[in-house]
């Protein structure tokens, strides 16, 4: 069982920056890929980025890549999402999720946080 709790969110104006973390219970952290999706209102929850066990391999959505990313600290059970050059079509409720083998699908995760709202104004 792995549980998540995420943080970070807030109002930013577009152009800004914010940081959201994921604290994992648990000691198999590390053994989990990670990843982190966002839903807007009216539309189906959606990728946004991952990484394997190891932080070794990142994987990015084409809307976010350049100005995303995706990193985790092993020691503290924690994945962040460094979000940089945000745009108004990046509000959403931002989830982050843990699974066995790193994937890009929704449906492939095990576990989900209760997550965290961002909202950019333009």
Do not use: H
């Not at 999706?37 to 070794?56: C, D, L, N, Y």
């Not at 083998?101 to 709202?117: I, K, L, N, P």
């Amino acid at each position: 069982q792995v549980q998540l709790v995420e943080s970070g969110g807030g109002l930013v104006q577009a152009g800004g920056s914010l940081r959201l973390s994921c604290a994992a219970s648990g000691r198999t952290f590390s053994s989990y890929a990670m990843g982190w999706f966002r839903q807007a209102p009216g539309k189906e929850r959606e990728f946004v980025a991952a990484i394997s066990w190891s932080g070794g391999n990142t994987y990015y959505a084409d809307s976010v890549k350049g100005r995303f990313t995706i990193s985790r600290d092993n020691a503290k059970n924690t994945v962040y999402l460094q979000m940089n050059s945000l745009k108004p079509e990046d509000t959403a409720v931002y989830y982050c999720a843990a699974t066995m083998v790193v994937t890009t699908t929704v449906y492939e995760y095990d576990y989900w946080g209760q997550g965290t709202q961002v909202t950019v104004s333009s």
